[in-house]
C-alpha cells in the first residue's frame, strides 16, 4: 500500500503512515505551487503582497489599542479635568486620544477591505488551478495505454487523482495562510519576548503535543481515504445504476431498485462506521490537547496580571500581553496544526502527481517512422501472442496472417477466438508479448503512434454514444474537422445516418442523448449509423468495422455493407460480423480459433472444405429455414 499504510481489521489502516514518509510527502509541495504560479502569477502575485501587508495589521491595531488605554488611564488622572465633553475637547486634552482612535479605525477598515481582496483573489485563483489541474489531468491521461485503464487499481489511483485535482485546491489557501500566519506569529512574539521571553517557552510546551496528535490522527485519516477508494468507488457506481436514464428500464423490469438501495446501504455502513471510531478518538484527544493549552493560556495569564498589581506593567500592558499571548497562542497552534494538516493534504497530493509521474508503456520511439502514404505492403502478424496483463490465458497465440494493401479480410469466429484483440494489436492498443506485427515489412512499434492511429478508423461494437450534439457525434471520428459540415454530412450519408438526423428537430445541431436537457435518444440501430458514421468521417487508410451492424435489422444492414463495400474500395479493410452474410463480401475470411487462423479462403472455398466455418455457417442458416 503507497505511503506505508496498512489495512487493519474494519477497513481502519492497521498503523498510519511514518514520519518520514509524510514529511517526504512535502516534497508534492513545491511542484504544487509551481503549478500555482504558472497558472496566474499575476493572482498569486496580489494574494501574496495583499497577504504581507494583513500580516503586520493584527499586532498593530493591539498596541494601538495598548495606546489608547494607556492614554484613557492618563486623563483619568489629570489634576482639574475639563467638566463635559464639549470642555474635554476645547481643551487639547483629547487630541492625542482622537489620533489614535482615528488610527485604530483605519486599521480596521483596511483589515476589512484586504480580508476581501483575499477572498476574492483565492478564489478566482483556486478555480483557475483546479481547472488547469483537471486539464492537466486528463491530457496525462490520454498518453497512457488502454491496459492501465482496464486495470482495476489504476481505476483507483484515476479516481483519487480526479478527486484530488478538483477538491484538494483549499491547500493552496492554507500555505498562503500559513504564510501570513508566519509574519504575523513574529511580529506578536517580538513583543512578548521584550516582556517576558519564557512565555513563549511555556507556549511550545503547551502545543506540541496538540501538534503530535493532529499529525498523527490526519494520516490515520489519509490512510483510511486511501484503503477506501474501492468501496467509494463502488458507492458511486451503485447510485449512478440505481438512478440513471441508461440503466432505468433494466432496473425497473428486474425490481433491482430494493437490492441496489441495500447494496449502497451496507458498502456506505461500512464506510461510515470506520469513519465514526476515527472521529470519536480524534475528537477525545482533542479535548485533552486542548486543556493543555488553556492551562498554558491562564498561567500566562496569572504573571501578567501580578505584574500590573505590582506596577511592573501598566493597564495597557496587560491588555497587549494577555491579548497577544492570547492571539499567539491560538496562531501557533493553528500553524503547528496546519503544519500537520499541510503534510496530510501533501499526501493526498501525493496521489494527483504520482499519477502525473505514471509513465506510459507504448509510446513513439525517437525518430519514429511516418504512416506510408500509400501503404506498399500492408500489415503482417508473425506468430503474434498476446495476453492480457494478469491473466494466465493467451488471447492469441501464434497468429500469423497478412493484410494487403486494398484488401477487405473478415474475421468469424466464435466468442473469446481472439478477433477484438487482433484489432488492438493492429491500432496498437496493445503491443505483442511474442513475435511482431509489421507494416510495409517494419516493426509496427518503429511508427509514429498518432499517425498509426489516425490512418486506422475503427468503430468497436461497444462504441460510445456520445452525449453531445448529431454533428459533433459523427466528427468526434476526426475532430479537427468538426467544423467541416460537408464532411460530417458526407460521412452520415456513407453510413445512411443521413435520414436518422433528418427526423431529428434541430438537425446536426440536435443534442442527442438523454443526459442533458433538450436530448434525443436515438434507436440502437440509430446510434450504430452514427458510430459507423464516425469510421468514414475518419477518411482513413485502414478501415475496421467490428460487428457494425448488431444492432441493425436485415434490410439496413444490407444497405450498410452494400455501401461499406462501395466505399471501401482502394482501402484496407477488416470485417468482424458473425453474421455470415455480412462476411461474405471480403476478399480474403479468416476463421478464428483459440486465439490463431484455423482457416483461410473465400466464402465458397470455406464452405467447400467443411470445418468450423461450414459448421457455424450451416447453424445460422438453419434459424433461417
Known sequence: ??????????????????????????????????????????????????????ALLPVAMLFVGKLIIDEV?????????????????????????????????????????????????????SDRVSNDASVRLMEHAAT????????????????????QASGRMSLMGQLFGQAQDIITVASFAAGLVVYAPWLMVLLAVALVPSFLGEAHFNALSYALSYVRTPQRRELDYVRQVAASADTAKEVKIFGLSQFLIDRYRTISRETYHASRQLALRRAVWGVVFAALGTIAYYAAYAYIAWGAVTGALTIG?????????????????????????TAGQALYIDDLFSFLRTEPGIRSPEDALPFPQPMQEGFVFEDVGFRYPGSERWAVRHLSFSLAPGEVVALVGENG??????????????????????????????????????????????????????????????????DDRARIAAAASAALADSVVA??????????????????????????????????????????????TAALDARAEYEVFQRF????????AILISHRFSSVRMADRILV???????????????????GRYAELFELQAAGYR
Not at 499575476?42 to 501574496?48: E, H, I, N, S
Not at 491579548?323 to 493553528?334: T, V
Open 1 to 54: 500500500m503507497a505511503l506505508g499504510a496498512r489495512p487493519g481489521r474494519n477497513g481502519m489502516p492497521a498503523r498510519p503512515t511514518t514520519w518520514r514518509e509524510r514529511l517526504g510527502a512535502l516534497r508534492n509541495l513545491p511542484p504544487f505551487l509551481a503549478m500555482v504560479w504558472r497558472t496566474s502569477r499575476l493572482l498569486t502575485a496580489t494574494t501574496l503582497a495583499v497577504r504581507l501587508v494583513r
Open 73 to 125: 488611564v492618563a486623563l483619568t488622572q489629570v489634576a482639574a479635568p475639563p467638566a463635559d465633553l464639549s470642555a474635554w475637547l476645547s481643551s487639547g486634552l483629547l487630541g492625542r486620544l482622537e489620533a489614535l482612535l482615528l488610527a485604530e479605525f483605519a486599521l480596521a477598515v483596511a483589515s476589512d477591505l484586504l480580508g476581501r481582496i483575499v477572498s476574492l483573489v483565492d478564489g478566482l485563483l
Open 144 to 163: 497512457l495505454d488502454l491496459a492501465d485503464f482496464e486495470d482495476a487499481a489504476f481505476q483507483d489511483r484515476m479516481d483519487r487523482a480526479r478527486m
Open 317 to 341: 500592558d496587560l491588555t497587549f500581553l494577555a491579548a497577544s499571548f492570547l492571539r499567539l497562542r491560538g496562531l501557533l497552534e493553528g500553524l503547528l496544526t496546519g503544519f500537520s494538516s
Open 417 to 482: 477466438a481472439g478477433k477484438t484483440t487482433l484489432v488492438k494489436l493492429l491500432a496498437r492498443l496493445y503491443d505483442p508479448v511474442e513475435g511482431r506485427v509489421l507494416l510495409d515489412g517494419r516493426d509496427l512499434r518503429a511508427y509514429a503512434l498518432e499517425g498509426l492511429r489516425a490512418a486506422i478508423g475503427v468503430i468497436f461494437q461497444d462504441f460510445v454514444r456520445y452525449n453531445l450534439p448529431a454533428a459533433d457525434n459523427i466528427a468526434v471520428g476526426r475532430i479537427e474537422a468538426r
Open 503 to 548: 427526423k431529428l428537430p434541430n438537425g446536426y445541431d440536435q443534442m442527442i442523448g438523454k443526459r442533458f436537457r433538450n436530448g434525443v435518444d436515438l434507436s440502437g440501430g440509430e446510434w450504430q449509423k452514427m458510430a459507423i458514421a464516425r469510421a468514414y468521417m475518419r477518411d482513413a487508410e485502414v478501415l475496421i468495422l467490428d460487428e457494425p
Open 565 to 572: 463495400q462501395e466505399l471501401s474500395a482502394g482501402r484496407s
Open 592 to 610: 478464428l480459433a483459440d486465439g490463431r487462423v484455423e482457416a483461410s479462403g473465400t466464402h465458397g472455398d470455406l464452405l467447400a472444405a467443411g
